[in-house]
């Protein structure tokens, strides 16, 4: 109590110097509370519009593949395809902390036809309504309509639509669809009864192989996501057997077609003599026999029905895919995931390996990584600067202080006593100082949150708000971790300025006076 | 009884390739109820020779007993509370925490004797009688900036006295006072002496004052000369 007084006196007596280190401090509290809640904001908003609506929380990639940074490789580099992807399936059902997954294909697909030149799309494979339910239907219509299972097209994203326009001044509507003027850019309505529409258009699969085909797909939609699309905005789809077929890999059409080991087996006993005849094949009479034509008539419609039906039944998962994304249940942590994922693959032996989110997309998690850094390293140099003043004043005081002190230890102060005191003194400070700057910080946070500032067209905007707002978010642990910190701070800025204290000895006092 | 028994002190100060003999051999005892004053012209080792009877300072040789307790190799702890609990100080500064209001500066070294367990009522009460008796009844609750030299200086007697130390130590405590307000210290510092049977010992240039003491020690270049 003696020492609370005490403390509390004296930092009402030195008011100058005590407003100097609480000012230090409330900024100091103020700028971390602030810079958690903006780290902790990107880190949700990544989570929830990076991982839950576009790369899931782990990728399965085939054992063969050696890149991690499956999804985003700058040069479009091809992933190598997963084998057996039904047993993979079979071993991820069996996982209870998955919540889901699905099975994806990723490539540069070249578009031809564009005024004798080509262009690249960075497009993914999959069976979109599929995708859309995994995703949180992150990808949403602009003009046509999105894909369906088992429908063929592509769905282009607005922004390659306009780049496309921009160089070869040919603006894409969906196939069925009629040119929208509003979403027409400025430039483009002055001759817009001129304009070169195309519905669809011709791609093929830009890889390592050979088997690349092209192929001509209408145009189904134009898209954007829903978050961060300043971010995916290049990022267009197709079904994925048309990517398969783009890009040469093993459809699923193709299982479906191939011949059994039996049929095999079958074919191999039979010789040419018992298909031709022999040499009475083209000697027989009754090779060429006179035909009717038959009056039997055929509903074309039904025939399309049974057709259409057939290809829907063709069973996609037994075609190539390049990746499986997989989606954890809430509160699941990725690295247990990872280990327990693992444990099955080897269990299961399955030829995969697992790749955590942040590793296959390494460009955006390296820059939501150099974002906390700088935040961090801030923070850091505001609490060093902040620790320097502090230490700085409160030895200053500590010397100016030396006839109290000394009087305090003449008559019986032991050193503990002056430790103390100066312990209170600091904490009384650190308390309502950093207390308030934590309440400063916690006001401005919510301002900021209830203002709703926009990324705009900024892609790193976006990344370092983790979606389209600034949206920063303040947690308990954020708040504690803070107090911890400040306390942190203020125990090594006082560990110079108590010692000069306690060094201060009666004699001292005497030789001042 | 002797209360204090000084042997063969000696003080050595360095000052830079000099030394300084401050105490050359001093020997010196103190009786149980004295009140002596140590004269001597400024350098002449008064203060330093308080300094070390009040375990302030050390003596590079020598025998410094108090109460029986050779107090040379003692360390800063213990010398610490033989301080809080046996002697008393009152500086020529008048050292006044200057936060605290004269009782509470008075009850200071109380509140340090933690194993005395004493309330909060005794420890008040004790302060407010030292403070009348030193004439502060109507300045109690005053801050030190708020009192004259004089009053002060009364502040750090009643201080120096409130634990009930055996000795209590003055360098110079009339030395910024005016004439008039430093006798009536002395007279305080006297009838205490008198009521308490504390022992007193005090240094100064003042001749005035010296009449209150019961023996003077002279103190010359470091020895004592009578």
């Given at each position: 109590?003696l020492?609370?007084?005490?403390?509390?006196?004296?930092?009402?007596?030195?008011?100058?110097?005590?407003?100097?280190?609480?000012?230090?401090?409330?900024?100091?509290?103020?700028?971390?509370?602030?810079?958690?809640?903006?780290?902790q904001?990107?880190e949700?908003?990544?989570?929830?519009?990076?991982?839950?609506?576009?790369?899931?929380?782990?990728?399965?990639?085939?054992n063969?593949?050696n890149?991690?940074?499956?999804?985003?490789?700058?040069?479009g580099?091809?992933?190598?395809i997963?084998?057996?992807?039904?047993?993979?399936?079979?071993?991820?059902?069996?996982?209870?902390?998955i919540?889901?997954?699905?099975?994806?294909?990723?490539?540069?697909s070249?578009?031809?036809g564009?005024?004798?030149?080509?262009?690249?799309?960075?497009?993914?494979?999959t069976?979109f309504?599929d995708y859309?339910e995994t995703?949180?239907?992150?990808?949403?219509?602009?003009?046509?309509?999105?894909?369906?299972?088992?429908?063929?097209?592509?769905l282009?994203?607005?922004?390659t639509?306009?780049?496309?326009?921009?160089l070869?001044?040919?603006?894409?509507?969906?196939?069925?669809?009629?040119?929208?003027?509003?979403?027409?850019p400025?430039?483009?309505?002055?001759?817009?009864?001129?304009?070169?529409?195309?519905?669809?258009l011709?791609?093929?699969?830009w890889?390592e192989?050979?088997?690349?085909?092209?192929?001509r797909?209408?145009i189904t939609?134009?898209?954007?996501?829903?978050t961060?699309?300043?971010?995916?905005?290049d990022?267009?789809?197709?079904?994925?057997?048309?990517f398969?077929e783009?890009?040469?890999?093993?459809?699923?059409?193709?299982?479906?077609?191939?011949?059994?080991?039996?049929?095999?087996?079958?074919?191999?006993?039979?010789?040419?003599?018992?298909?031709?005849g022999?040499d009475?094949?083209f000697g027989?009479?009754?090779?060429?026999?006179?035909t009717?034509?038959?009056?039997i008539?055929?509903?074309?419609?039904?025939?399309?029905a049974?057709?259409?039906?057939?290809?829907?039944?063709i069973?996609?998962d037994?075609?190539?895919?390049?990746?499986?994304?997989i989606?954890?249940?809430?509160?699941v942590?990725?690295?247990?995931?990872?280990e327990?994922?693992?444990?099955?693959?080897?269990?299961?032996?399955?030829?995969?390996?697992?790749?955590?989110?942040?590793?296959?997309?390494?460009?955006?998690?390296?820059?939501?990584?150099?974002?906390?850094?700088?935040?961090?390293?801030?923070?850091?140099l505001l609490?060093?600067?902040?620790?320097?003043?502090?230490?700085?004043?409160?030895s200053?005081?500590?010397?100016e202080?030396t006839?109290e002190?000394?009087?305090?230890?003449?008559?019986?102060?032991l050193?503990?006593?002056?430790t103390?005191?100066?312990?209170?003194?600091t904490?009384?400070?650190?308390s309502?100082?950093?207390?308030?700057?934590?309440?400063l910080?916690i006001?401005?946070?919510?301002l900021?949150s209830?203002?709703?500032?926009?990324?705009?067209?900024?892609?790193i905007?976006?990344?370092?708000?983790?979606g389209?707002?600034?949206?920063?978010?303040?947690?308990a642990d954020?708040?504690?971790?803070g107090?911890?910190?400040?306390?942190?701070?203020?125990?090594?800025?006082?560990?110079?300025?108590?010692?000069?204290?306690?060094?201060?000895?009666?004699l001292?006092?005497?030789?001042?006076? | 009884?002797n209360?204090?028994?000084?042997k063969?002190v000696?003080?050595?100060y360095?000052?830079?390739?000099?030394?300084v003999?401050?105490?050359?051999?001093?020997?010196?005892?103190?009786?149980e109820?004295?009140?002596?004053?140590?004269?001597?012209p400024?350098?002449?080792?008064?203060?330093?020779?308080?300094?070390?009877?009040?375990?302030?300072d050390?003596?590079?040789?020598?025998?410094?007993?108090?109460?029986?307790?050779?107090v040379?190799?003692?360390k800063?702890?213990?010398?610490?509370?033989?301080?809080?609990n046996?002697?008393?100080f009152?500086f020529?500064?008048?050292?006044l925490?200057p936060?605290?209001?004269?009782?509470?500066?008075?009850?200071f070294?109380?509140?340090?004797?933690?194993?005395?367990k004493?309330?909060?009522?005794?420890?008040?009460?004790?302060?407010?009688?030292?403070?009348n008796e030193?004439?502060?009844?109507?300045h109690?609750?005053?801050?030190?900036?708020?009192?004259?030299?004089g009053?002060?200086?009364?502040?750090?007697?009643?201080?120096?006295?409130?634990t009930n130390?055996?000795?209590v130590?003055?360098?110079?405590?009339?030395?910024?006072?005016?004439?008039?307000t430093?006798?009536?210290?002395?007279?305080?510092?006297?009838?205490l002496?008198?009521?308490?049977?504390?022992?007193?010992?005090?240094?100064?240039?003042?001749?005035?004052?010296?009449k209150?003491?019961?023996s003077?020690?002279?103190?010359?270049?470091?020895?004592i000369v009578?």
């Open positions: 109590m020492i609370l007084k005490i403390a509390f006196r004296n930092i009402m007596r030195h008011r100058g110097k005590s407003l100097i280190i609480g000012i230090i401090l409330l900024l100091g509290a103020l700028i971390m509370t602030v810079g958690n809640a903006v780290i904001g990107t949700e908003g990544i989570e929830e519009n990076l991982v839950n609506r576009f790369t899931g929380h782990i990728i399965l990639v085939s063969k593949e890149m991690d940074n499956v999804l985003l490789d700058p040069m580099k091809s992933i190598k997963i084998d057996k992807y039904e047993e993979i399936k079979e071993m991820l059902n069996t996982q209870n902390y919540e889901s997954f699905i099975p994806m294909t990723r490539g540069v070249l578009i031809f564009l005024e004798e030149d080509f262009w690249g799309l960075f497009v993914f494979g069976n309504e859309q995703y949180l239907n992150n990808v949403e219509i602009v003009e046509g309509e999105l894909l369906k299972n088992g429908q063929k097209g592509i282009i994203s607005e922004y639509r306009e780049q496309i326009y921009k070869f001044n040919i603006w894409i509507v969906p196939e069925g669809y009629t040119l929208i003027e509003e979403n027409l400025e430039e483009a309505l002055e001759y817009k009864d001129n304009l070169d529409i195309k519905n669809d011709v791609f093929m699969g890889g192989g050979n088997m690349n085909t092209d192929i797909l209408p939609g134009i898209i954007k996501f829903k961060l699309n300043e971010v995916w905005h990022v267009c789809f197709m079904d994925i057997e048309s398969r783009c890009f040469g890999y093993f459809t699923a059409s193709d299982t479906a077609n191939a011949l059994t080991d039996e049929k095999l087996a079958e074919l191999s006993i039979i010789n040419d003599d018992d298909v031709f022999g009475d094949f027989s009479d009754d090779l060429f026999i006179e009717e034509i038959s009056d008539s055929y509903d074309f419609e039904s025939l399309k049974q057709t259409e039906k057939q290809e829907t039944e069973n996609l037994s075609g190539a895919y390049n990746y499986v994304s989606k954890l249940k809430p509160g942590e990725i690295y247990d995931a990872i327990l994922l693992n444990s099955a693959i080897e269990e299961s032996e399955v030829e995969a390996r697992i790749i955590h989110w942040k590793d296959a997309t390494a460009q955006i998690s390296m820059f939501v990584f150099l974002i906390k850094i700088t935040l961090a390293v801030f923070i850091f609490f060093f600067v902040a620790l320097i003043v502090i230490m700085n004043t409160l200053m005081a500590a010397i202080r006839e002190i000394g009087m305090m230890r003449a008559i019986g102060s050193k503990g006593f002056i103390k005191m100066f312990i209170a003194e904490s009384i400070l650190s309502f100082f950093g207390g308030a700057g934590i309440l910080g006001i401005i946070v919510k900021l209830f203002l709703n500032i926009s990324a705009g067209d900024n892609d905007l976006h990344l370092v708000f983790g389209d707002t600034f949206n920063p978010i303040i947690t954020g708040i504690i971790n107090i911890i910190l400040l306390i942190f701070v203020t125990a090594i800025a006082l560990i110079y300025p108590v010692k000069v204290a306690r060094k201060i000895s009666p001292d006092a005497v030789t001042r006076n | 009884m209360v204090i028994e000084i063969g000696t003080k050595n360095s000052l830079g390739k000099t030394t003999h401050a105490l050359k051999g001093v020997d010196l005892t103190v009786k109820g004295d009140f002596i004053s140590i004269v001597g400024s350098g002449s080792g008064k203060t330093t020779l308080l300094n070390i009877i009040g375990c302030i050390n003596a590079t040789d020598g025998d410094v007993i108090i109460h029986g307790d050779n040379i190799n003692m800063d702890r213990k010398l610490t509370l033989l301080r809080l046996s002697i008393g009152i020529q500064s008048f050292n925490v936060v605290l209001t004269a009782r509470e500066n008075v009850e070294p109380l509140l340090l004797m933690k194993d005395k004493l309330s909060k009522k005794e420890i008040r009460s004790r302060a407010e009688k030292l403070l030193v004439g502060l009844e109507e109690i609750e005053h801050k030190p900036y708020e009192l004259s030299g009053q002060r200086q009364r502040v750090a007697i009643a201080r120096a006295l409130v130390p055996d000795i130590l003055a360098d110079e405590p009339t030395a910024n006072l005016d004439s008039e430093g006798e009536k210290i002395l007279q305080v510092m006297k009838k002496n008198d009521i308490e049977k504390t022992t007193f010992i005090f240094s100064t240039h003042d001749q005035e004052i010296l209150y003491a019961d003077v020690i002279k103190i010359r270049d470091g020895i009578n």
